[in-house]
């Protein structure tokens, strides 16, 4: 490692110590403090490799995450019962304070989507959908507006939220399903679905991501498009990595690394017609585009996106 990831990892073990320390991760001045400097270190795009990373640190970066994932899970019920005390809680998704990233990354998936599907898919799966389904509400209002959406999360609590969330809105009650369920006890119900989106924190620890997306591939249906959320760089601290090999029995159409304040990096996958393939297979290369869009980055000309793909995202 270099004089700046090093420095980089020493403040970010810093600050899991602290996060370790406080009596709780629900929403408070401390907890917020320390997520706002963490997420700040980890958004520039530092050429840092977890993989290569100490075993010390390898295990901090695993404490590190499971924290992140639960003072998530608790910013997201505080709003989601904040939200649901108004008439209406879809008109004021602005109050959460991250619904821009999630407006940005909902946009991102679609695009990347979009390139891969002959018509829009009528009934998506979103896997750990948690109390605050911000992801596929944008996606039911803005992008699939005549899709069903079936939400999977193992906590019934998080599921009574969301459902609360949309009820106040018919239309889209009428085409939000929540099923409280452990998807690797789901088997047939995965094979109605066109496209199956997989949030970045189920599976937190890699053998376990591993299980979900081979127990997708044996389960959807072939031609059946896979979103997966992953992390790239040092965003790497905030959630899992995802490479396109661990995606066995799927064909990778896309791999795509957000430079902006979009965390998660997403990567598109087909299940084969064939049925489950034996490995992961590849059809995306880096192309002129992409290298220069990193080149532009590196020289700080602006928020840019660098891709594995062959075009640029649609308007």
Known sequence: MGNEEELLVQRISEICDSISKLPSLSPSEDVDNLFTELVHLCIPVIPIDVVKLSSEVQAMRSKLIKLCGEAEGLLESHYSDVLTSFDNPLDHLSLFPYYSNYLKLSHLEYSLLSRYVASPPARVAFVGSGPLPLSSVVLAARHMQEAELHNYDLDATANARARRLVQGDPGMAARMAFHTEDVLAVTHALRGY??????????????????????????????????ARSAHGARAFLYPVVEPADLKGFEVLTVHHPADEVINSVIVARKPQGGHAACATAVVRPCKYCEMMQVFHHFGHGSMMEEVALEELPS
């Open 194 to 227: 066109d496209v199956v989106f997989l949030a970045a924190l189920v599976g937190i620890g890699h053998d376990d991501k591993i299980r979900v997306v081979d127990h997708l591939a044996r389960h959807m249906a072939p031609g059946a498009l896979l979103v």
